[in-house]
C-alpha cells in the first residue's frame, strides 16, 4: 500500500512540475514573435537546466533506490529548459549570444564532470550521498528564488508581481515531493521539499493577506496579469533603479523543487 501511495504522489508531483516547466513558454513565445531577446536573462534558465540534470541523475536506480519517476520529470525539464536556451540564443544579440553559449558549454561541462566523478571516483556505498548532497544545495538554492517577490509584496502590500496560481503550484509541487520522499524515506528529496513546500505556504499566507489591495506604491492599479520575468523595466519598477534583482518568482526555478 505504502509503495501505491508513493506512486501515486511521485504522479502528481510530475503533472505539477510539468505545469511549472511550461510556464516560461508565454516569454519565449514573446522572444520567437518580436524576434528579439529584449532585456531578458538567460541565466535562470540555464541554472534551472544543470538543476534539472543533476537531480534527475540522482534519481536514476544505480544512484538511488525508487526514484525513478524524480528522473523523469527532471530529465523532461532538461529538454524543455533546453529548448529555452536555444530559442535564446538564436534571438539573442551576438554579445550575448556568445555570453550564453559559454554559460550553457560551462553547464555541459559541469554536469559531465560531475557524473563522471559520481560514477567512477566516488565509491559506490557513498554515491547516493554524493549526488543527494549536491541536488539538495542546488534544489534549496532554486527555491529561495521567490523570496525577492515576497520582500515585494510586503514593501508595496500588493500581489501584483505574485501571481496566485503559480504560488499554489510550487506549494503543491512541493508537498507532493515532500510526501514522496518521506514515504520512500529519502531526505534528499524531503529536505528540500520540505524547503519549498514551507516557502510556497508562506506565499500563500501572503497573497491571503494582500489580495484585495489593487494599489502598488506609486498608486498605479495592479494589473492580474505578471510582468513578464527577468525584464530590466519591470525590475525597476519593483524596486527602484539601484536594485536589479528580479521581482518576478523565478519560474524555471521553482519548477525544480522536485529534488
Not at 88 to 112: G, Q
Not at 239 to 258: D, M, Y
Amino acid at each position: 500500500m505504502r509503495m501505491i501511495v508513493h506512486f501515486l504522489f511521485g504522479i502528481l508531483g510530475n503533472g505539477i512540475a510539468l505545469f511549472l516547466f511550461l510556464v516560461p513558454a508565454i516569454t519565449f513565445q514573446r522572444i520567437i514573435k518580436t524576434k528579439s531577446t529584449e532585456k531578458f536573462s538567460c541565466v535562470p534558465y540555464i541554472i534551472s537546466l544543470l538543476t534539472c540534470l543533476i537531480s534527475a541523475w540522482y534519481g536514476l536506480p544505480f544512484v538511488s533506490p525508487n526514484n525513478l519517476l524524480l528522473s523523469t520529470v527532471d530529465f523532461t525539464g532538461a529538454a524543455i529548459e533546453s529548448v529555452y536556451v536555444v530559442i535564446f540564443i538564436v534571438f539573442a544579440p551576438k554579445k550575448v549570444r556568445v555570453k550564453t553559449l559559454i554559460h550553457l558549454a560551462a553547464v555541459v561541462i559541469v554536469f559531465f564532470g560531475f557524473a563522471l566523478v559520481s560514477q567512477f571516483v566516488i565509491p559506490q556505498h557513498y554515491r547516493q550521498l554524493f549526488c543527494g548532497l549536491t541536488a539538495t544545495i542546488l534544489s534549496i538554492c532554486m527555491y529561495a528564488s521567490p523570496l525577492a517577490v515576497m520582500r515585494l509584496v510586503m514593501e508595496t502590500k500588493s500581489v501584483e508581481f505574485m501571481p496566485f496560481f503559480l504560488s499554489l503550484a510550487t506549494f503543491l509541487c512541493g508537498t507532493f515531493w515532500f510526501v514522496f520522499g518521506l514515504l520512500g524515506h529519502d531526505p534528499f528529496i524531503s529536505v528540500p521539499n520540505g524547503v519549498g513546500c514551507g516557502l510556497g505556504a508562506l506565499q500563500l499566507i501572503l497573497y491571503a493577506i494582500y489580495r484585495n489591495n489593487r494599489e502598488v506604491e506609486d498608486g498605479t492599479k495592479a494589473t492580474t496579469t505578471a510582468p513578464t520575468p527577468f525584464d530590466d523595466d519591470t525590475m525597476e519598477k519593483g524596486f527602484g533603479k539601484e536594485e536589479k534583482t528580479s521581482p518576478i518568482l523565478n519560474v524555471p526555478a521553482a519548477a525544480h523543487i522536485i529534488n
